[in-house]
């Protein structure tokens, strides 16, 4: 049983194709304008601090 019911409590459930964690200031950079650079749709950045 899912937690996430689409046109319930969610939009919609899609399947995620990748996720990192990343700390290290430089390298979240690097890899932030890798992924922009592919990136077809979306781009999910979360947790943001500076």
Not at 13 to 41: H, K, N
């Amino acid at each position: 049983m899912s937690l996430f019911r689409p046109g319930e409590n969610v939009e919609r459930v899609a399947e995620g194709v990748r996720a990192r964690v990343i700390i290290d200031g430089e390298a979240y950079f690097q890899a932030l304008a890798q992924a922009a650079a592919v990136a077809e749709e979306q781009l999910l950045i979360t947790a943001w601090a500076d």
